[in-house]
C-alpha cells in the first residue's frame, strides 16, 4: 500500500454539518475500497490565493493522510469530479 495526501477546499457557502459530512463521505470512500485514513484535519475557512470558478475567494480546506492502493485515489478524483460541493483539490503521493 502507498501513503497518500490529499487536500480539498469546500464551497464556502455551505452549513457548518455540511463539511463534516462532505469529508465523511470521502473518508468512507477510501476506507470502502480498502484504504486506511490516518488523520483527518479539517482546517476550516480559508482566504483564496486567487478567484475560484469567477466567484469564490475563500473556501473550507480538508486535509486527509491515508495510506492505499493507486486505484483508489483514481475512484477518489473521479468523485471529486462529480461533486459539485468541491471547488478544488489536490492528491500527493508522499515519498516514504
Same mark, same amino acid.
Given at each position: 500500500?502507498?501513503?497518500?495526501?490529499?487536500?480539498?477546499?469546500?464551497?464556502?457557502?455551505?452549513?457548518?454539518?455540511? #463539511? *463534516? =459530512?462532505?469529508?465523511?463521505?470521502?473518508? +468512507? /470512500?477510501?476506507?470502502?475500497?480498502?484504504?486506511?485514513?490516518?488523520?483527518?484535519?479539517?482546517?476550516?475557512?480559508?482566504?483564496?490565493?486567487?478567484?475560484?470558478?469567477?466567484?469564490?475567494?475563500?473556501?473550507?480546506?480538508?486535509?486527509?493522510? #491515508? *495510506? =492505499?492502493?493507486?486505484?483508489?485515489?483514481? +475512484? /477518489?478524483?473521479?468523485?471529486?469530479?462529480?461533486?459539485?460541493?468541491?471547488?478544488?483539490?489536490?492528491?500527493?503521493?508522499?515519498?516514504?
Amino acid at each position: 500500500m502507498t501513503k497518500y495526501e490529499t487536500m480539498f477546499i469546500i464551497k464556502p457557502d455551505l452549513e457548518e454539518d455540511a #463539511y *463534516t =459530512a462532505i469529508s465523511t463521505k470521502f473518508k +468512507e /470512500l477510501i476506507e470502502a475500497a480498502g484504504g486506511e485514513v490516518t488523520n483527518v484535519n479539517l482546517m476550516g475557512r480559508r482566504k483564496l490565493a486567487y478567484e475560484v470558478r469567477k466567484k469564490f475567494r475563500e473556501g473550507f480546506y480538508v486535509l486527509f493522510n #491515508y *495510506t =492505499a492502493e493507486p486505484g483508489v485515489t483514481a +475512484e /477518489l478524483e473521479r468523485n471529486f469530479r462529480i461533486s459539485e460541493d468541491i471547488i478544488r483539490y489536490l492528491i500527493v503521493k508522499e515519498e516514504e
